[in-house]
């Protein structure tokens, strides 16, 4: 008996040492969390009073992506941070769905808009930027709020009802940035691999940016509708019962 109860004891000792220190993993991680979404926040703010200025300032669109090229590549960058945290497991969200949102961004900030100046004056770029900005300003501060447990209505509203517009009318930006570049790409066949060569591989960026913009058929809709459940859920209360595959 008395030896059971010193067994006891000591497994009572070593679970609440156990959850002492997952409470403090979860308060470093709630911490770095907030402190993140409070830089990506004030990030993107920056960059959107930064294109609002350039324009009244220069009365044109064209060089705005340039000016403001700096702040956008670091911030969306910065992103893939995101990954990790799926990764981690502190934030739980798929690690592939994140993975690809993140990576398309990434890929159209650098593959595409930083390698093809010769797009960076096209209306689409604008669109996208303009797009991209409002939207990670109001799921930013949405996630901040969230974290310190004061979300005020208007953030949530925005949050699932800005989309409805801006995703849309950003994949359009996006598209349309793609298919402007095409003709830039086949012409200079940059980042293509041609045969032969000591790989004995070939590579043709020219089509697989087109297989990109394919790509958006199949994925824009899953994620779209994935967005709307969610409105439907968070706003409205609705008990939303996915299927299996």
Known sequence: MASSEEDGGGNGAVEEKENGKKRRLGALATAWLIFYNVAMTAGWLVLGIAMVRFYIQKGTHRGLFRSVQKTLKFFQTFALLEVVHCAVGIVRTSVLVTGVQVSSRIFMVWFIAHSIKQIQNEESVILFLVVWTVTEIT????????LLN???????????NFFIILYPV??????LTIYAALPYVKKTGMFS????????????????LIIVMFSYVPLFPQLY?????QRRRVLHGEVIVEKDD
Not at 150 to 160: D, E, G, Q, V
Not at 170 to 175: D, H, I, M, P, S
Not at 225 to 229: G, I, K, P, S
């Open 170 to 175: 950003g994949v359009a930006g996006e598209l």
């Open 139 to 146: 799921r930013y501060s949405f996630y901040t709020f969230n």
């Open 150 to 160: 004061h979300l005020p209505y208007f953030i949530k509203w925005a949050r699932y």
């Open 225 to 229: 509708f994935h967005m709307l459940r």
């Open 193 to 208: 691999l041609r045969l032969p060569n000591k790989y004995n591989v070939s590579f043709d960026y020219y089509y697989f």
